[in-house]
C-alpha cells in the first residue's frame, strides 16, 4: 500500500507553511502526483479549573472567513516539545499556567494533504500570569462551564477539530459532569 516519492517540487515556502509537490508511484506501478502540506506541527490545551469552567479564545480565521471558538493552541517552534508549545499558548493567550498538564491526544488534522500532527493536552491546577498574545493575534479570552462548551460542541455551535476533540474526550473522562 505505500507510495515511493520520485520526485519532490517545493512550490511555496512560508512562514508556518511549506507546499509541495510530490512525484509518487503507485502500488501497482503508475505514477500520480501528491500536493502536501507541510506544517510543523502544533499544541493545544483545554484549560479546566477547580469550578469546571474551561479557558477558550475567540478569534477570526481568514481561512473559513469567520469568527471561531477554540481552545488555546499554537504551532510548534523548532526543536520544541509539545507541552511547552501548549504551556506557552494558556500563559499567551488566556493568562493562564497550569499545576498539572496531561497529554489527551495526538492526531494528524487532516493527512489527506497535510503531516500536521496536533498534540492536545488537559491543564488543570490553573493559576493566573499576565497574557502576552502575539502582534498579530487578535483574541477574545473567553470562560464557559466545561458542560455548556461540550453541549455546544454536540450541538454544532463549535467547530474547530482540536477544540471538538479535546471537549468530547473530556466528557469521556467525566470532567464535564
Wanted: with cysteine; aromatic share 6%.
Amino acid at each position: 500500500m505505500r507510495e515511493r516519492t520520485i520526485a519532490r517540487e517545493i512550490k511555496y515556502a512560508g512562514k508556518i507553511i511549506t507546499v509541495r509537490v510530490d512525484k509518487v508511484e503507485l502500488p501497482d506501478g503508475r505514477t500520480a502526483s501528491r500536493e502536501v502540506v507541510e506544517h510543523p506541527g502544533a499544541a493545544a490545551v483545554l484549560a479546566v479549573n477547580k469550578a469546571k469552567e474551561a479557558y477558550f479564545v475567540r478569534q477570526f480565521r481568514k481561512a473559513v472567513e469567520k469568527e471561531l471558538l477554540e481552545i488555546p493552541a499554537g504551532k510548534l517552534e523548532a526543536g520544541e516539545e509539545p507541552h511547552i508549545c501548549a504551556a506557552r499558548e494558556l500563559a499567551e493567550e488566556v493568562g493562564m499556567a497550569a499545576g498539572d498538564l496531561r497529554l489527551l491526544a495526538t492526531f494528524y488534522s487532516s493527512p489527506g494533504f497535510t503531516a500536521e500532527k496536533l498534540y492536545v493536552y488537559l491543564a488543570t491546577g490553573l493559576h493566573p500570569v499576565s497574557p502576552s498574545a502575539e502582534e498579530d493575534e487578535f483574541l477574545e479570552p473567553v470562560r464557559l462551564p466545561l458542560a455548556e462548551a461540550v453541549r455546544m460542541a454536540r450541538t454544532g455551535e463549535i467547530v474547530d477539530a482540536k477544540t471538538l476533540i479535546a471537549l468530547l474526550l473530556a466528557a469521556d473522562l467525566g470532567l464535564a459532569t
